[in-house]
């Protein structure tokens, strides 16, 4: 394999489609076991391949070098094999910072919800700080040091601003679930939900019906393999490409 995609689960990944509107090369979906894992990564077999769940911290100690970026969010989504040498990024970061640039969300000052906190949430956790949010408040359904629950997110941060979906409720096929009702929060600008499928989530729903500002993580999937591609062939892409590819997703 040249390009492509590593994860355990890939059956609902779209990566093969927008790789291929960004580049002209062949990218392949590449489900591997957790026994399958380690051989794969120690033969390196590959020019250049993104990571997904549950992959993206588990590659690192088979990596050469990683960058800053990368090393502070703790989890890789990007390598590079340079004649036998594996190095590390995470565009995830840029995907996010992008979707927050494209829709005018400040979050300056502002105070953040994140729902859930495992890989794809500490890429977000890095944006917001570096983009000096005043508070981010992690938010799980089950009691854990550093979390509020949801009720106690209700009732002690009714005044978040934003409020990004990190966690897979509402997912397809599960997409009639949503994670939280949001109702109680009488100052929210933006809803993000990473989630891509189904396009609006019934989180992103609710939010349209409160004259609330929501978006779902497609253009985050596209602007990520958009700088993972950059990195791939050591050339920059207009981010105008992001765009294009997003209004084709929609047709």
Known sequence: MEYGLIGEKLGHSYSKLIHEKLADYSYDLCPLTKEEFPVFMTEKNFHAINVTIP??????????EIDLKAKRIGAV???VNENGKLIGHNTD?????????KHNIEVTGKKVLVIGNGGAAQAIFAVLNDLHASEIITVKY?????????EEAARLHSDAYLIVNTSPIGMYPNADASPMDLSPY???????????????????????????????????????????????????????VIEEIYKDFQK
Do not use: C, R, W
């Open 142 to 150: 089950k009691v854990e040091p550093g979390t509020v629950t949801y």
């Open 77 to 79: 989504n990007t390598i």
């Open 186 to 240: 009488h100052e929210l600008g933006a809803v993000v939900d990473i989630i891509y499928n189904p396009t609006v989530t019934k989180l992103m729903e609710q939010a349209i019906s409160l004259n609330v500002l929501a978006v779902n993580g497609l253009e985050m999937l596209i602007a990520q393999a958009k700088y993972a591609v950059e990195y791939f062939l050591n050339k920059k892409i207009d981010d105008s």
């Open 55 to 64: 992959y993206k911290k588990m590659v690192i100690p088979y990596l050469s």
């Open 93 to 101: 970061y840029d995907g996010f910072a992008y979707t927050l640039q």
